[in-house]
């Protein structure tokens, strides 16, 4: 009987992630790699958690590279490459999980996109391609548990109620609880995750932290109450910042009601699927990219320059340059002419559009001093017109999430709402940062980005033991303050310096509703829903600043403005 439930629980670990590939080195010493991503399918966009097993049972180190090719489509579309290496000493093995960065779609009618991983080295050489949830569902973590006797009908449920569109009507992606990862990264392109209360209890708690970051960014977690447990016995705080989290009774046998199951990572999640978001909030009425305004082409100056050329090349140089005689001088004159009418256009494109580029950003900001977290949980919003770079590669100093985002089709747009978007945006984890290449800027061009990244920080907002008087330990000014006390009376302040006490003075939310709306409308969509759920928490703070730094990207961008609300609970020490 023992040996049969120790099958089942090998067996469940086995099916509730994908085996990418195991290549047996050397037989007799069972030296092997085995490459194994932790959830069973890749969410649209974001990072697959990926665990490596080196067993070197051999007398010489051994090494592996692999690599990863992450496409939007099968045949056409954006592209992310990556590569990693590892060595094993020897009589060894190791262990290292590591984050693949995804293809971002660029639109939701890219259905499904394909991994494609590939190993080298002194190990041998294997290939595997799969490929990950639909970019036109809600992206779900579904735990084996629940999984196991559900996930036909979740399917089914799925194909039928139209969720999803085109061959890949699956509804989530499994995952064991005891073996999930312990970065934010490895959920960040996700919507939702459901598992029992047992399943969370299960969870190491580097993951469990790693879930309630994700949580603040925006997630949803729906528990599944086999027990009288609740948020406060497991760990898990009622206020969750930008995600949510639904506890909802369950019978021993863990079946689902598919279709409410469907209604609550839809309509029932407080957000509303990331890839849709990214896919359709920037396209045509993006506040920022009409707050920095439009730029025409200048067709004059180049018309003109073409009709000179068109001159010079033409009849001055057929009856002046080499007369009639001297035809041969065409091949000497005709390059010439070329060549300065081809350096007087790039003149010309340097004085009108500059080296670099110029873009403004938009920042929501958590800042959560609470419980030890001393954590910035931020969304950038950013859009930039460039003119002439001299490269396109550039570095993110710490864990991100970046996305490009489809912006209004024009002349300048490289990546619109045209549809079917390509593009190499690669991103190449080393260390703790992230080299990024490919076509995340191009010169003469417009972008926009989507950023998504966790800071660690001891700013914070401060009550003083004098009343109606805090304090500011954030390292720049802010321009205004508003705070909603616990009995739901507002207070404002200006003029914030670091580390000065203020005192905030008792106003009418009629007196700033308009300059909020003001602050909140100039986000998109989604972050515009944020901010009008959460404003009115009491003992929170929503901050104004021009000060504060934001996600450093391309260096040779110059951005005019860095506009950041700042929200958070007031900390009292």
Same mark, same amino acid.
């Given at each position: 009987?023992? !040996? ?6 090998l ?16 037989p ?5 790699v085995?490459?194994v991503? +932790? ?8 990072y697959?958690?990926?665990?490596v ?24 579309g ?5 590569d990693?290496?590892f ?8 262990? !290292?999980?590591?984050?693949?960065p ?10 499904? *996109? ?7 080295g ?21 735990s084996?548990?629940?999984?196991t ?7 089914s #449920?799925?194909?039928?109620? %139209? ?32 598992m ?13 932290n790693?879930?309630?970051s994700w ?35 369950i019978?021993s ?17 407080i957000n ?14 993006w ?12 067709y ?16 001055v140089?057929l009856f ?20 300065? #009418? ?11 559009? %500059? ?43 710490? #864990? ?5 985002? @489809?912006?209004?089709?024009s002349?300048? *747009?490289?990546f ?9 945006? *690669? ?56 705070y909603l ?13 670091? %580390? ?5 003075? @008792? ?6 509703e308009?300059? +909020?709306? #003001? ?14 759920r959460?404003?009115?928490r009491?003992? *929170? ?13 391309? @260096?040779s ?13 007031v900390?009292?020490?």
């Amino acid at each position: 009987m023992f !040996r049969y439930f120790l099958f089942l629980v090998l067996i469940s670990r086995v099916i509730a992630q994908e085996t990418l590939f195991r290549e047996t080195f050397d037989p007799k010493t069972d030296t092997h790699v085995e490459i194994v991503a +932790l959830f069973s399918k890749a969410s649209p966009g974001g990072y697959l958690p990926v665990r490596v097993k080196i067993a070197n049972n051999l007398n010489v180190s051994k090494s592996i590279n692999l690599g990863f090719s992450s496409t939007s489509n099968y045949t056409q579309g954006t592209r992310s490459d990556s590569d990693f290496s590892f060595t094993a000493p020897a009589g060894k093995s190791i262990t !290292r999980d590591i984050y693949v960065p995804l293809a971002p779609s660029g639109d939701s009618y890219s259905l499904i *996109s394909m991994l494609r991983t590939t190993m080298s080295g002194s190990l041998g050489k294997a290939e595997n391609t799969s490929n990950s949830l639909s970019r036109a569902q809600s992206a779900v973590l579904l735990s084996e548990a629940l999984f196991t006797p559900n996930g036909s009908s979740l399917d089914s #449920a799925m194909s039928t109620s %139209g969720s999803s569109r085109g061959g890949n009507d699956q509804f989530a992606a499994r995952f064991d609880p005891g073996m999930l990862p312990d970065s934010w990264l490895a959920y960040s392109g996700y919507d939702s995750m459901m598992m029992t209360d047992r399943d969370w209890t299960t969870t190491p708690a580097s993951a469990q932290n790693a879930i309630l970051s994700w949580l603040r960014l925006g997630g949803q977690l729906i528990i599944y109450n086999t027990s009288s447990a609740d948020f406060k016995s497991l760990g898990i705080p009622e206020d969750l910042s930008f995600g949510s989290a639904i506890m909802r009774p369950i019978g021993s046998d863990l079946k689902l009601d598919a279709a409410a199951t469907l209604e609550l990572v839809s309509t029932g999640n407080i957000n509303k699927p990331r890839n849709t978001s990214i896919s359709e909030d920037f396209v045509s009425s993006w506040p920022l990219q009409a707050h920095f305004g439009s730029q025409t082409f200048r067709y004059g100056m180049f018309i003109a320059v073409l009709i000179i050329f068109a001159i010079f090349v033409g009849p001055v140089n057929l009856f002046v340059f080499a007369k009639s005689g001297q035809r041969h001088k065409l091949f000497i004159t005709t390059p010439i002419i070329s060549l300065i #009418a081809s350096i007087i256009l790039i003149a010309l494109i340097i004085i009108q559009d %500059g080296f670099g580029g110029s873009g403004m950003r938009r920042i929501l900001m958590e800042v959560r001093p609470d419980g030890d977290q001393n954590a910035a949980y931020i969304h950038q919003e950013q859009f930039c017109r460039t003119g002439v770079l001299t490269q396109s590669r550039f570095e993110i100093d710490s #864990a991100t999430l970046v996305s490009p985002v @489809p912006i209004a089709q024009s002349r300048w *747009s490289r990546f619109s709402d045209r549809g079917n978007n390509e593009g190499n945006f *690669s991103l190449q984890p080393i260390d703790a940062k992230f080299s990024a290449s490919g076509d995340w800027f191009q010169s003469r061009s417009e972008h926009g980005h989507y950023i998504t990244s966790i800071r660690s920080t001891r700013g914070r907002i401060e009550k003083t033991d004098t009343p109606n008087t805090f304090l500011s330990t954030f390292d720049f000014p802010i321009e205004s303050l508003f705070y909603l006390d616990d009995a739901s009376q507002w207070f404002r302040a200006e003029g914030i310096s670091t %580390g000065k006490l203020f005192k905030l003075t @008792p106003v009418e939310y009629s007196v700033i509703e308009q300059e +909020l709306n #003001a602050h909140i409308n100039a986000f998109t969509h989604r972050n515009q829903k944020t901010l009008n759920r959460i404003h009115r928490r009491t003992s *929170s703070y929503i901050a104004i600043t021009k000060a504060a730094p934001g996600i450093a990207t391309h @260096p040779s961008i110059r951005w005019k403005e860095t506009q950041t609300v700042i929200t958070g609970p007031v900390f009292t020490p």
